[in-house]
């Protein structure tokens, strides 16, 4: 059928199968994609890669296939399939318009099974002898949750016995517009699963907590009774005893409807031993409150918490006695793998969106602690299809058109620049760069094409999520013309690397422009202060370079100034914090960056700890509903943990990728700190300890590798110096 699923209407989750015969035993292969989600099985055998097959992208721009290997059994054989709405088909996406998309529909398939025979190719395509039914799975959406009524279950309908005779023929339909591409990302897959730590009657209800927030589904088993109907909301949080949904969706339009059903699953009882795991979505949560079920069920076996994010290994990290300070590193991390499902999403529950900006403020602490390059490369061709035909971009991705109107601008279209720039400093990936390399020259002549007439820029979305305030102290015109600059100067490189000199020769000139219009209208020289007056101001053109070498030291007086006003607190956005701390470590003042970071007061990131935070928040806010409690955009916080703190600072200026910098600093308030690395090149590691005798610096260099050790000011080595070659060993260190 062509009738597609909403609110008010809800459409089953489809069934295909396809019986046909083979001579003996073969190795097929199996090339599937689906508009939706699919979960493919071969004679009752599941062999899908992961869950959310095939990789989400609008497919108007790409249409995703995998391939499998599958073994056919002599004589009678099916193929079966279930499909899923996936972004198809997503009315809880009505926010950004997903409801609305000009490719919504019905979800569809194409596969192709091929196999040799007796020296012959035999192949299997869906066509009109594929047979189809209505499964159990009687509504999902991506975002809000799905409905199975286990009554309707047909046992064995992918097995090659099942009699499928009084099913459907399937529909031929119109093929997606979107360039067909084989998925090249890691699937999604579950981790470890968890119980319940604590179970909480409420009335009517049991809420269960999983102890930490993450993403994931549960699995539901009971011994149900026939009709039984049982429902499960997931949340963040609770608040006077009950779910904080407003922390996981919107109170805008459509709130009374949906702050009933989003991140609702529901099952309906067969009745007996059963068990049931949604198939088609996914949630953010740390409770899950459980209606429709009696006091004898409510056991901690009834749920089991599933894990799910992409196949991502950890690659590097940072570690501390301290627990403050190793807290916020280890929320940081389990902040960025629940918000990977193929690629960075802002948050796992009420957006699910591939927000640009979130993902490139994150871009260089992911790489430091995840192998995601590969995941980057495959959403940057995402990214680049995104693109609209004058260069710009919008804020999310995939869309279906929204983001371009508002939620996008230089500082969150830096992804475009971010991603293949940080992937190559890392990774030495030089694909990246190649294949946006048009996509990056057709956005600087955008960008140069939107100035006004003092040569600046103010577009876009600005200091996101300013700490305590409503709206950033930084003016827009000032982050979005000297992120401009910056995107033009990484331009440069990136097309010097690709090896296109006209075109870095274009974003040299750029930067030149941007740098120049910046000093000339947003600097006052004689105070060294930019406009705004405010740390993210100051600290941004001191980050990005908009001062010269013998501009800085008062620059920086004025920095110390504005933060000594707010006695010490953080006062910035996302765009601050990202520069914020590394600017205070360029000139020594790594004890106030960490302390500004972990004190307890608010706003800081300690304070978060403070109140119970498992993951990073979306917002330094004293209020404790509206805002998400998973977000990763603040985390470069490990990044400098990683480079400042235990002080890796790998390939630099991007030129050497086997030159490494050691270059730790000693806050008072650390006793030790260690960190690791693992480069193309091998595993590089640092840790310091202090002792009687001073502090004990322990370095580990892979073969190959060369750079230097450097001391902080007022450190050295015990001969006097503070700077060695980087070499493996032990170093006593004076100060």
């Not at 399939?81 to 318009?97: E, S």
């Not at 209505?134 to 009699?163: H, I, M, Q």
């Not at 400093?425 to 003092?454: H, P, W």
Request: hydrophobic letters at 35%.
């Amino acid at each position: 059928t062509k009738e597609f699923a909403d609110f008010d209407k809800h459409v089953p989750s489809p069934y295909f199968r396809k019986v046909f015969s083979s001579e003996k035993e073969a190795e097929a292969e199996v090339v599937i994609t689906a508009c939706g989600f699919y979960k493919l099985y071969c004679n009752g055998k599941s062999v899908t890669k992961g869950y959310f097959a095939p990789y989400i992208s609008n497919p108007d721009d790409i249409v995703y296939y995998d391939k499998y290997t599958v073994t056919l059994n002599k004589g009678r054989n099916v193929l079966a399939i279930q499909l899923g709405n996936g972004f198809q088909n997503n009315p809880g996406g009505h926010i950004w318009d997903f409801d609305r998309s000009v490719f919504r529909g019905a979800p569809k398939l194409a596969l192709e099974l091929t196999y040799k025979q007796d020296g012959e190719t035999v192949t299997v395509v869906s066509d009109e002898s594929f047979k189809t039914a209505p499964s159990a799975v009687l509504f999902d959406d991506y975002r809000f949750g799905e409905y199975c009524d286990a009554r309707k279950e047909l046992a064995g309908w992918n097995t090659a016995e099942f009699d499928d005779s009084d099913w459907c023929f399937a529909i031929p339909v119109d093929t997606p517009k979107g360039e067909p591409r084989l998925c090249e990302s890691s699937p999604i897959i579950a981790g470890e699963e968890r119980r319940a730590v604590k179970i909480i009657p409420t009335g009517n209800s049991y809420i269960y907590d999983f102890g930490v927030n993450d993403t994931g589904i549960c699995r539901l088993t009971v011994n149900g009774s026939a009709g039984q109907k049982i429902e499960i909301q997931h949340a963040e949080q609770i608040i006077d005893g009950r779910l904080d949904v407003a922390s996981i969706w919107f109170v805008r339009e459509h709130w009374e409807r949906d702050k009933d059903i989003v991140h609702k699953d529901t099952y309906i009882c067969r009745g007996g031993e059963e068990s049931y795991t949604p198939s088609f979505t996914y949630h953010g949560f740390r409770y899950a409150e459980v209606t429709g079920i009696t006091e004898e069920q409510a056991t901690v076996d009834l749920l089991e918490f599933i894990p799910l994010h992409s196949d991502i290994k950890v690659c590097g990290g940072f570690a501390t006695s301290d627990k403050t300070v190793q807290a916020l590193q280890d929320i940081t991390v389990r902040s960025d793998i629940s918000n990977f499902h193929y690629f960075p999403t802002d948050c796992p529950h009420r957006e699910k969106n591939g927000w640009t900006a979130d993902a490139a403020l994150s871009a260089e602490q992911m790489l430091l602690n995840l192998t995601v390059h590969k995941e980057y490369r495959e959403w940057m061709r995402n990214i680049v299809k995104a693109q609209n035909k004058d260069g710009a971009l919008p804020g999310i991705v995939p869309t279906s058109g929204w983001g371009f109107e508002w939620g996008n601008g230089p500082a969150w279209d830096s992804v475009l620049i971010y991603l293949p720039y940080f992937t190559y400093i890392y990774r030495q990936n030089l694909s990246i760069v190649t294949e946006s390399a048009e996509a990056i020259y057709r956005y600087l002549q955008y960008i140069k094409g939107r100035r006004d007439e003092n040569g600046l820029l103010a577009i876009g979305l600005g200091d996101w999520c300013h700490a305590g305030l409503d709206t950033p102290k930084s003016p827009l015109i000032v982050t979005d013309s000297i992120i401009s600059m910056d995107l033009a100067k990484k331009a440069e490189f990136l097309f010097g690397v690709a090896g296109l000199p006209e075109k870095a020769e274009f974003a040299k000139e750029l930067a030149a422009e941007f740098k120049v219009a910046v000093r000339k209208s947003l600097v006052d020289f004689e105070s060294m202060t930019v406009n705004g007056s405010c740390q993210t101001s100051q600290a941004m053109a001191l980050f990005y370079g908009v001062f010269g070498e013998e501009e800085r030291p008062k620059a920086f007086e004025k920095l110390l100034a504005l933060i000594e006003e707010q006695e010490r607190h953080i006062d910035v956005g996302v765009l601050g914090a990202r520069v914020l701390f590394h600017v205070l470590s360029d000139f020594g003042y790594d004890d106030l960056a960490l302390y500004m970071i972990a004190r307890p007061e608010f706003p800081s990131y300690g304070n978060w700890l403070e109140r119970g935070a498992t993951t990073l928040w979306e917002a330094m806010r004293e209020e404790e509903t509206g805002y998400s409690k998973n977000h990763h955009f603040w985390g470069d916080i490990s990044a400098w943990f990683i480079k400042r703190i235990a002080g890796i600072r790998y390939n630099l200026d991007g030129k050497d990728a086997k030159k490494v910098k050691i270059s730790p600093a000693f806050p008072e308030e650390l006793k030790d700190a260690s960190a690791y690395f693992d480069s193309n090149f091998g595993r590089i590691k640092t840790s310091w300890k202090r002792d009687d005798k001073g502090i004990l610096l322990t370095a580990a260099i892979p073969d190959g590798m060369h750079g230097e050790i450097a001391l902080p000011s007022g450190y050295c080595f015990t001969d006097g110096t503070a700077v060695k070659p980087a070499v493996t060993g032990e170093y006593l260190i004076i100060g």
